[in-house]
């Protein structure tokens, strides 16, 4: 099975700061016919199903703002909050889909500093 | 617009088994292959298994085989997931996911059903 680990597994933000979230995946989620990453992001709010935010790794989801953005490919893989705001508190899990089984990240939780 | 509507809260006894639907709507049915992840109370997300709607054919976790059965019911676009021999440790919540048949993502997420294994 492909082990997502995300870094950190917590972090305090101010408002309007930068959030960074890191995921290395145990080995190379690339798909060879496109030459992209087989990597999604996704937000969960307390009570609420999972959210897709990128995936590609750094193609976002329509509706999706723009103060997400995805980078990184072979196994390592970033998610940025350019500029946080109140609605962004949530954790946010990477998740491979390169193969079955699916794995996800164990979570990072965002909170406001 | 895409809707995946789930079944009720479920309490059950352990060693019993419990049956968790998924109805769709919004798109074709059998387009979209189905997902269903779990997450335990306060903990990450567990992939369990995936159905394709269109051919009934069916991908386990491990971890899950030999206790989990996934089915669809095509005349009424919906997907079931039907876990057995449960324990106390299969409490969470179960959520059906949709995966896209371009770019093989889950893009949308069935509200949730909470699952919880109690003498």
């Known amino acids: 099975d492909i082990v997502m680990t995300q870094s950190p597994d917590s972090l305090a933000v101010s408002l309007g700061e930068r959030a960074t979230i890191n995921c290395k995946s145990s080995?190379?989620?690339?798909?060879?016919?496109?030459?992209?990453?087989?990597l999604a992001w996704f937000q969960q709010k307390p009570g609420q199903p999972p959210k897709l935010l990128i995936y590609?790794?750094?193609t976002r989801e329509s509706g999706v703002p723009d103060r997400f953005s995805g980078s990184g490919s072979g196994t390592d893989f970033t998610l940025t909050i350019s500029s946080l705001q109140a609605e962004d508190v949530a954790v946010y899990y990477c998740?491979?889909?390169?193969?079955?089984?699916?794995?996800f990240g164990q979570g990072t939780k965002v909170e406001i500093k | 617009q895409v809707q995946l509507v789930q079944s009720g809260a479920e309490v059950m006894k352990p060693g019993a088994s419990v049956k968790v639907s998924c109805k769709a709507s919004?798109?074709?049915?059998?387009?979209?292959?189905m997902h269903w992840v779990r997450q335990a109370p306060g903990q990450g997300l567990e992939w369990m298994g995936i159905?394709?709607?269109?051919?009934?054919?069916?991908t386990y976790a491990q971890k899950f085989q030999g206790r989990v059965t996934l089915t669809r019911d095509t005349s009424t676009s919906t997907v079931y997931m039907e876990l057995s021999s449960l324990r106390s440790e299969d409490t969470a919540v179960y959520y059906c996911?949709?995966?896209?048949?371009?770019?093989?993502?889950?893009?949308?997420w069935g509200q949730g059903t909470l699952v919880t294994v109690s003498s």
């Open positions: 996911a949709r995966d896209t048949p371009i770019d093989r993502v889950i893009d949308y």
């Open positions: 919004g798109y074709t049915f059998t387009r979209y292959y």
């Open positions: 159905i394709n709607p269109s051919s009934g054919v069916t």
């Open positions: 080995q190379s989620i690339l798909y060879s016919s496109n030459n992209k990453n087989q």
């Open positions: 590609w790794a750094s």
């Open positions: 998740h491979q889909y390169y193969t079955t089984p699916r794995t």
